[in-house]
């Protein structure tokens, strides 16, 4: 139908015509080439100004009801439409006098023409949504939020799909593989990370699938530089954007935690003086080789060592100077011992060794070697009088014992053998 700018309103359709675009359910209007109202629908009037009617509207431009400020985008869309007859679609904002609030159309602008072809007015539609866009707005500023808070947490986040592939990964994550976060997603984790690696991850993820309940637990993965890092990894089932199933990983770096639990570990085996075995944790690894040697039937034996008169060492010098003799010996030993040996400090100036796979002969001859390096050994420069000595008590592993500490008592008999022949000395000691 075409129609002119100057016909009356009723040339626009008849009752049941306007009935229609009342209940349409967009906002539909006409303006003429000037840009003055021409048509207004019932959402129209409403909008414009609650209870207005359409004669109050006819002739009267948009401007009148609604503030478009330095708009000029607006107007350059107008004169487009009215000028060029261009077909227009766009978000528009405006604000409405009557409520001072500002609302937001999705709308299309199309030339009216005449009979002949003329531009003669403008005739829009426009569908709200503000609410959409308030939403989308929401949305926006909730995953700006979310997306400065999982790039700056401390933590490695990360999102798996169902098929091993990564649809989400945090810059922290990108960085333990040395790689662009680009370079992550839509990857597989048998891509990233060595197969047996990721096999073990995924075998923990199924788990997961299958049960839907969350895990929590400690990993440990090589990293880019080829360092072992500890993380505390909790993984929960969930959905991606498309509603497929996924896993969630939030994994915190507990490398530092992990290594200060082995130092207090380690402190709590070690002598801090000396450095080597402290008496409670040489009785637990000696528990653990008495039982190996009585299963494969392998020779074990023990040295007790006692360094003479340290006493007399820390009246005369002091005990600055009886720490020097104390960590000289350990280091005596060890230039002699094994690997393999266990060298334990188990008291003020007492010591053991366990040899592993050793005969009483043989755990003899390492004492001797000892005992002689150590006699040789003068530790303090300046003190070139200071003579430092040790005895030795060795015995082995008899079939009648009942447990350790039964060659462990022998051994000690060995050693006070050895002092009753006068000091700086092995004595041997085998049976009961």
């Known amino acids: 139908m075409t129609t002119s700018a100057s016909d009356p309103p009723q040339a626009m359709g008849d009752t049941a015509y306007r009935t229609l675009l009342d209940e349409v359910g967009a906002f539909v209007y006409a303006t003429d080439i000037r840009g003055n109202f021409t048509f207004a629908n019932k959402l129209v009037l409403e909008l414009l100004r609650p209870g207005l009617r359409l004669e109050e509207v006819i002739g009267k431009s948009f401007t ?12 350059e869309t107008d004169r487009r439409v009215l000028e060029q007859g261009e077909t227009i679609e766009r978000v528009e904002a405006n604000l409405i006098h009557a409520t001072g609030e500002t609302r937001y159309y999705w709308s299309t602008k199309k030339p009216l023409r005449d009979a002949g072809g003329a531009i003669v007015g403008m005739i829009g539609i426009s569908h709200d949504i503000t609410e959409k866009r308030r939403l989308e707005d929401q949305l926006i500023r ?13 933590a490695l986040v990360y999102m798996k799909s169902a098929d ?14 040395g ?3 680009e370079n992550i997603l839509g990857r597989l984790d048998s891509e990233l990370m060595p197969k047996d690696v990721a096999d073990g991850f995924w075998a923990i993820d199924q788990q997961i699938l299958a049960s839907g309940q969350r895990y929590a637990g400690e990993q440990s993965l090589v990293d880019a530089q080829g360092r072992t890092r500890h993380y505390w990894s909790v993984v929960v089932p969930g959905t991606d954007a498309e509603g497929h199933t996924a896993l969630i990983g939030l994994v915190t770096d507990i490398t530092a935690l992990h290594e200060l639990q082995e130092e207090l570990q380690q402190q709590a085996r070690t002598d801090s003086l000396t450095g080597c075995a402290n008496r409670r944790h040489f009785f637990e690894l000696a528990g653990i080789e008495f039982t190996r040697s009585r299963r494969y039937g392998a020779p074990l034996s023990m040295i007790a060592i006692d360094i003479d008169h340290f006493k007399q060492i820390n009246d005369r010098y002091g005990h600055p100077i009886g720490d020097v003799v104390l960590q ?7 230039g002699i011992l094994r690997e393999m040996d266990i060298l334990a400090r188990t008291g003020g100036e007492e010591f053991c ?6 005969n009483l002969e043989a755990a003899g001859e390492i004492a001797e070697r000892i005992r002689a390096m150590t006699e040789a050994c003068h ?16 015995s082995t592993l008899e079939s009648t014992d009942a447990d350790f500490q039964t060659m462990f008592a022998r051994a000690d008999r060995a050693l006070y053998q050895a002092k009753d022949r006068g000091r700086n000395c092995t004595a041997l000691l085998s049976g009961s």
């Open 379 to 394: 530790p303090i420069e300046e003190y070139p009088s200071l003579q430092i000595s040790a005895s030795f008590g060795a």
């Open 164 to 177: 091993r592939r990564f649809v989400y990964a945090n810059r922290q994550f990108a960085s333990v593989f």
């Open 328 to 334: 000289d010996f350990v280091g005596c030993c060890r």
């Open 179 to 181: 790689l662009p976060l």
């Open 64 to 75: 009148d009801f609604v503030a478009i400020g330095e708009d000029d985008t607006l107007r």
């Open 142 to 154: 909730q995953k700006n939020l979310l997306d400065t808070v999982l790039e700056n947490l401390d």
């Open 353 to 358: 060794i366990l040899l592993p796979d050793t």
